[in-house]
């Protein structure tokens, strides 16, 4: 499975959202949290040119925020990018 890295702060929903989803793949994830370091914040602007959270990568590409994570889900592409197999409503 690729490394996934998930920009967060504890309060946002869409973090939560996100992680959620995460976890109901099965996907080990790092959880960075910006709201406790302003380094790692600067770190994720610096990565994806974006300040809102949730920031997600996946093997190092950056997938985007709650919204697109689902997005790639809904399309049958999420599983893919985690190293499983297409789930059976994307054939």
């Given at each position: 499975m690729p490394d996934v890295v998930v920009y967060m702060k504890p309060t946002c929903p869409y973090s939560r959202q996100a992680m959620d989803l995460l976890n109901e793949k099965g996907c080990e994830f790092q959880k960075v949290n910006v709201a406790a370091d302003e380094a790692?914040?600067?770190e994720m602007k610096e990565r994806c040119g974006r300040h809102t959270v949730p920031q997600i990568f996946i093997a190092g590409r950056h997938v985007g925020g709650c919204d697109d994570l689902y997005a790639l889900e809904e399309r049958?592409?999420?599983?893919?990018?985690?190293?499983g197999a297409p789930s059976p409503t994307a054939l």
């Amino acid at each position: 499975m690729p490394d996934v890295v998930v920009y967060m702060k504890p309060t946002c929903p869409y973090s939560r959202q996100a992680m959620d989803l995460l976890n109901e793949k099965g996907c080990e994830f790092q959880k960075v949290n910006v709201a406790a370091d302003e380094a790692r914040h600067e770190e994720m602007k610096e990565r994806c040119g974006r300040h809102t959270v949730p920031q997600i990568f996946i093997a190092g590409r950056h997938v985007g925020g709650c919204d697109d994570l689902y997005a790639l889900e809904e399309r049958g592409e999420l599983d893919g990018l985690l190293g499983g197999a297409p789930s059976p409503t994307a054939l």
